[in-house]
């Protein structure tokens, strides 16, 4: 059988035709060099080189033999290079799973900034659910996700992130619109248009309705946050949505939203990877700038701040 590093200090000895030389860039003895030919000679049965004078010179089996030995050492160095490009971060891929929130309003300043930084690694984002995404990262298809916790995963990672505060909306034009403030009663007999299941928003929601020991009148179910807005700019029912979601329409007076009496509804948003699983390096950086992005207040800023903060400042650098 073939021997690596016989081949290796071939490949150093016919490229020079001259033994000591191999020796010194193979950091080894002449002798060395020598014992290691004999050795490759015996075990393929030909001769390599012929020495005429003080010259060496290869056979024809030699050349030919040298010719393949080439092309091991240049996929040797195109390996090297990749293994160096992936570690330094000049070429890679990052999967990201996402809430469609988060992929809307946070992930094009977030992605634009690791370009800048990294420009060459490829990045494909999944958006769903985050009990979807969790499932995908479990199934390996994502490398890191930015999700609510939902129900606590025993092979995931959990770094807190971000607090989003799910704002009740309405019609301007609904008669819940006249109050500042209104009870979990007046809402609880309206019909609701509620996130799909597995969303960070449906299960705050639904834990609200479950501590009124309340069935919530759903009339519809989507994960189209456009098509719940524009239903209820319509007054087909009220919803609860994250703030950033909704922010302009509330700010053109096309929606209208309340507070509830007794109660603050919010998404905590996390960091999250799977554990006893090393991270890939473009993985790893992407983690490294959303735990720069956190902060140590008890009520974490919301998506609108992260977004600011990334815009306003050099984090990445």
Avoid at 199 to 219: M, W
């Amino acid at each position: 059988m073939l021997n690596f590093n016989q081949l290796r200090t071939f490949y150093h000895a016919a490229k020079s035709q001259n033994f000591t030389q191999a020796a010194n860039e193979l950091y080894i003895t002449q002798p060395a060099v020598t014992a290691q030919i004999k050795s490759l000679e015996s075990i393929c049965k030909l001769t390599l080189f012929r020495k005429k004078g003080r010259n060496l010179h290869l056979t024809y089996e030699g050349r030919v033999l040298y010719d393949h030995v080439c092309k091991i050492f240049e996929y040797e160095k195109a390996i090297e290079k990749a293994i160096n490009g992936m570690l330094n971060l000049t070429e890679g891929r990052l999967r990201i799973g996402t809430t469609k929130t988060y992929a809307r309003f946070l992930m094009p300043s977030l992605i634009s900034h690791f370009h800048k930084v990294y420009p060459n690694i490829k990045i494909v984002v999944n958006e769903g659910p985050s009990q979807e995404m969790i499932l995908e990262l479990l199934q390996l298809k994502s490398d890191v996700a930015v999700v609510s916790k939902g129900v606590n995963k025993e092979e995931v990672s959990y770094i807190p992130f971000r607090r989003e505060e799910l704002r009740l909306i309405v019609s301007p034009a609904h008669p819940l619109a006249a109050w500042k403030r209104v009870s979990f009663e007046q809402v609880s007999r309206e019909p609701i248009l509620m996130k799909e299941l597995g969303s960070g928003t449906r299960q705050a929601v639904d834990e609200l309705f479950e501590a009124r020991k309340c069935v919530p009148n759903i009339l519809m179910e989507s994960g189209n946050i456009e098509l719940i807005k524009q239903l209820v700019m319509q007054g087909e029912g009220v919803s609860f949505l994250v703030g950033v979601a909704v922010a302009r329409e509330i700010a053109e007076k096309k929606l209208a939203t309340i507070e509830l009496k007794g109660h603050r509804p919010s998404v905590d948003v996390h960091i999250v990877y799977l554990k006893n699983q090393p991270l890939s390096p473009p993985a790893r950086a992407l983690v490294d700038m959303l735990e720069q992005l956190r902060t140590n207040d008890a009520v974490p800023p919301d998506i609108g701040s992260v977004v600011g903060k990334i815009l306003a400042t050099k984090v990445f650098n």
